[in-house]
């Protein structure tokens, strides 16, 4: 009997589930988003009703603006946690995350990307993203904007380049010529320059480079090995003909790069709002 029962209740919210799927499918293709909560908008429970919440909008303006100058996230967050113009980001772990995460957010132009997490049937209440197996649904217009489309796309291009430039774009850290661009064949991990500690008093500094991967320990997958900073530069002098490593020969020179995987297919569906 018991048995039966748990088979009835677990039948029942397997269809609750799905009745609330539906609904929620159906408000995407009406352009209605399942709830909005955003930084800089008042609360809604489907964006029909959004409103800009100037004084956080200001602090959105502030970070794309200040990006370009350019100023590292992680700065931009030190300096809106001295000012208290963020409360809430004095109790955060990562406030460079939450700047970097605004900076990387379409909505703040005033669209809306729908369905871009689902709940997998059996699994209520873990939702993952969604790569390809439901329909996702564009809504241009849904809500004000904060930022306009160019800027939008000009901080995007500026993130790609940092991120190519890799610890190169960090001004805090001291880089050289090698610096991001040395990749391991193993695991595509950027390789690092480290100071290897003299083991006796008479015995000097030496440096070295290795995978990041590697250098967090035996627990990675990565098992390249490392390799001194002489044998690394006799060996590219050697790639490059020239008698000894040069900075600038190493930087003019235009390193072969591995084509990128082409992103999974979604199915997108323009939706505009009127």
């Given at each position: 009997m018991l048995t039966l029962l748990a088979s009835f209740a677990q039948a029942e919210s397997e269809q609750i589930s799905q009745n609330v799927k539906w609904r929620v499918r159906k408000g995407f293709e009406q352009g209605k988003a399942n709830g909005f909560h955003l930084y800089g908008y008042t609360d809604s429970p489907d964006a029909t009703d959004v409103e800009i919440v100037e004084?956080?909008?200001?602090?959105?303006?502030w970070i794309f603006a200040h990006y370009m100058l350019p100023t590292s996230c992680e700065a931009m967050a030190a300096q809106l946690i001295t000012d208290g113009r963020v409360p809430h980001l004095?109790?955060?772990k990562m406030p460079g995350e939450w700047v970097r995460h605004i900076l990387k957010n379409p909505s703040y132009t005033g669209d809306l990307l729908l369905g871009q997490w689902a709940t997998p049937d059996g699994k209520p209440g873990r939702a993952v993203r969604n790569t390809g197996e439901h329909p996702m649904y564009l809504v241009e217009g849904a809500i004000p904007a904060i930022i306009d489309h160019g800027?939008?796309?000009?901080?995007?291009?500026?993130?790609?380049?940092?991120?190519?430039?890799?610890?190169?774009?960090?001004?805090?850290?001291?880089?050289?010529?090698?610096t991001s661009k040395i990749k391991c064949a193993?695991?595509?991990?950027?390789?690092?320059?480290?100071?290897?500690k003299p083991r006796t008093q008479n015995s000097i500094t030496t440096e070295h480079w290795i995978c990041t991967e590697r250098k967090k320990g035996r627990a990675t997958s990565c098992s390249t090995s490392e390799i001194s900073d002489t044998a690394l530069k006799t060996f590219i002098a050697t790639i490059l003909g020239i008698d000894?490593?040069?900075?600038?020969?190493?930087?003019?020179?235009?390193?072969?790069?591995?084509?990128?995987?082409?992103?999974l297919h979604v199915p997108l569906h323009r939706w505009h709002h009127q």
């Open positions: 004084d956080e909008a200001k602090v959105v303006r004095a109790s955060n800027t939008f796309t000009t901080v995007q291009a500026e993130i790609a380049r940092r991120r190519d430039l890799g610890a190169r774009a960090n001004w805090s850290i001291d880089t050289v010529a090698m193993a695991c595509g991990c950027s390789f690092v320059r480290t100071a290897r000894e490593f040069d900075d600038d020969v190493f930087t003019a020179h235009r390193p072969h790069r591995r084509g990128r995987e082409r992103p």
